[in-house]
């Protein structure tokens, strides 16, 4: 006979687990009587620190949230250069607006960008008036919203699942949402998902103020105004992704429930109005402006041609979220699948279950269907899931919860996915230095082993010590290893960084303070933020011509390939120039290295 492993759960609990035999043979938590962990006067702080629920207590663990967020957040944004394509192109179009003074119209040099709203161009365009600095602002002040809207994320999905579960649980679920591989990156770029996120979470936390308090009846009088002016911040940021995360929540609650009363505490009819005041203004000026050719755009060729078909080599079949949700969600994606395994077995019976599940199941479906796939589509389920999984540590009921027999062969696969990507980030981080900058590295050495640290830690496997510590040390290790990467690996290795080496070649060699660049072969968005706005992206004919219109000051940047149409475009033939500099990096956008030669007219 099996003798099960006994343990005890966070909160003192007796729960039945596994060792590694006994996972082997199906069961389901990995605590063995043998290697059971003591309460440590740390470990009784943590566990006091995270049970006390008093305004005190709350004002103190957002403290640490927001310190805990800024050193995860903070390194790298400093030293990494723009990415392409879509960071470079949301921070290009900010800083035009603030060149123009123009906060309706959305442009990329001269051509219109209407795929989302404006939301997220104001937000950099005040980042940069709060810095006091001009449009050519560096680029970790566009980076500071992506920050501050996962800081906000963050501190939301405490106060969600504060509300939901209560305050041990609220902590551990946002401690763990700190740490995740996808929160880490996004909130680093200066894109769209990091301040969705903050506004997506902001509402579904008062939305569920709003259901848990019809269900308990106990009002909740503030919390259905913060729902919708979030709901319209959100619709501003990134269109549709807000409404459609809480709407189908909505939906999925009534449906379970069988009962559409609850919806009224919304004040619905107040809140479309509210949504209106919101969005409405600048709507109508942007449609006056482009003369409806934002609607075309944003509706017609962004929005419904991503779900038509897969758009930008993004295209994908269903289950791509759910194979590499163990990537999306490491080093947590073991915890968040034993989470949801256990809250569908009690999904009807718990209103606090139901609320997470119709957060995500509807929301993951929809976008599972829809063909075109990017992994940060689907981040407005992730905080959720790590609720469940906090639940699924601590919650009496969740301990003692069974397996069923499938649920434990989807811990084997999301197992394995677990170990391929903690070893493919550990080999990553320990190779990578050698290719990239083709030494040896005493930092990715030390990335590797913290990655290998955080992924153990956030798999729950042996030793086992308590959840706040726990997911603590995997959140603080796997953000170091993303801070590592991108404050002193990334930055340092040149031959990624094509933009940054053709602008500074060209700063360095231009002979007048306001000469123009055009560029053959890279035209990428990157160039353009470096090294300027009026920068001309061409062909071999049109670097030719740029360098005839402006003799005195123009300069071309010919890739290799190209150099011979554009030698013989030149009015005066190739003795009419002189190569200013050359220069070769990869551009991994396209995964080919280029070689580029700086032209200009000799003197």
Not at 50 to 55: E, G, H, I, L, N
Not at 64 to 85: M, N
Not at 138 to 155: C, D, E, K, Q
Not at 487 to 499: D, F, I, N, V, Y
Request: proline share 6%; hydrophobic share 50%.
């Amino acid at each position: 006979p099996i003798r099960r492993c006994v343990g005890r759960s966070y909160d003192g609990h007796r729960v039945f687990g596994a060792c590694p035999r006994c996972y082997l043979l199906g069961e389901a938590f990995p605590v063995c009587e043998r290697r059971r962990w003591k309460n440590s006067p740390v470990s009784e702080a943590f566990s006091e620190f995270a049970r006390r629920d008093d305004r005190m207590a709350n004002a103190l663990r957002c403290l640490f949230l927001v310190v805990l967020c800024l050193a995860a957040f903070l390194p790298g944004i400093f030293a990494l250069p723009p990415t392409d394509r879509d960071e470079a192109r949301y921070v290009q179009a900010t800083r035009q607006m603030v060149e123009t003074g123009d906060y309706i119209d959305i442009r990329l040099q001269e051509n219109p960008r209407y795929l989302q709203p404006v939301g997220i161009y104001w937000l950099q365009s005040a980042a940069i008036a709060v810095s006091g600095q001009d449009a050519a602002a560096p680029i970790w002040v566009n980076r500071m919203v992506s920050v501050l809207g996962a800081t906000i994320a963050v501190l939301a999905a405490f106060f969600a699942s504060r509300r939901i579960f209560g305050p041990a649980i609220g902590l551990l679920g946002a401690v763990g949402l700190t740490g995740i591989v996808v929160l880490d990156f996004e909130a680093r770029i200066a894109k769209t998902d990091a301040a969705l996120l903050g506004a997506t979470m902001i509402a579904m936390a008062a939305l569920a103020h709003v259901y848990l308090g019809a269900r308990q009846n106990r009002p909740a009088p503030v919390a259905p105004f913060v729902f919708w002016v979030f709901f319209g911040i959100g619709t501003m940021i990134k269109g549709p992704i807000t409404p459609a995360v809480t709407l189908l929540t909505m939906a999925a609650l009534s449906v379970m429930d069988r009962d559409i009363s609850w919806l009224r505490r919304l004040r619905p009819l107040i809140g479309i109005l509210i949504v209106a005041v919101i969005c409405l203004p600048w709507l109508i000026a942007i449609n006056i402006r482009s003369d409806g050719e934002f609607l075309r755009i944003a509706l017609g060729r962004s929005m419904m041609s991503k779900i038509r078909s897969g758009q930008e080599s993004h295209g994908f079949p269903p289950g791509y979220y759910l194979v590499l949700s163990t990537a999306f969600l490491w080093p947590f994606a073991l915890q968040a699948v034993r989470g949801g395994m256990k809250a569908l077995n009690i999904g009807r019976l718990d209103p606090r279950i139901a609320f997470c599940l119709a957060w995500i199941i509807p929301f993951w479906i929809v976008y599972e269907l829809i063909p075109t796939k990017l992994p940060n589509y689907i981040l407005p389920t992730y905080p959720a899931l790590m609720m469940l999984a906090a639940w699924s540590l601590t919650d009496p009921i969740a301990l003692q919860i069974r397996y069923r027999p499938w649920h434990v062969w989807v811990e084997r696969l999301a197992t394995f996915g677990w170990g391929l990507v903690t070893a493919g980030i550990a080999i990553a981080c320990l190779v990578g230095p050698w290719f990239i900058l083709g030494e040896f590295s005493f930092l990715g050495l030390l990335a590797a082993l913290l990655a290998l640290l955080a992924g153990w830690f956030g798999s729950g496997f042996l030793p086992v010590t308590p959840p706040l510590p726990r997911l603590l040390v995997a959140a603080l290790a796997s953000s170091a290893v993303f801070g590592i990467a991108t404050q002193a690996l990334l930055p340092r290795a040149e031959s990624l960084w094509l933009g940054k080496v053709i602008a500074e070649s060209f700063h360095a060699n231009k002979k007048c303070p306001d000469s123009v660049l055009a560029s053959v072969g890279f035209l990428e968005p990157s160039l353009v933020v470096q090294a300027g706005t009026r920068t001309v992206l061409t062909d071999a004919m049109g670097a030719a011509r740029h360098l005839d219109a402006d003799p005195a000051c123009a300069v071309s940047a010919v890739q290799a390939d190209s150099e011979q149409a554009f030698l013989a475009a030149l009015l005066g033939g190739p003795d009419s120039i002189e190569a200013a500099a050359r220069v070769e990096a990869l551009d991994y956008t396209k995964g080919v290295v280029r070689s580029i030669t700086l032209w200009r007219r000799k003197s």
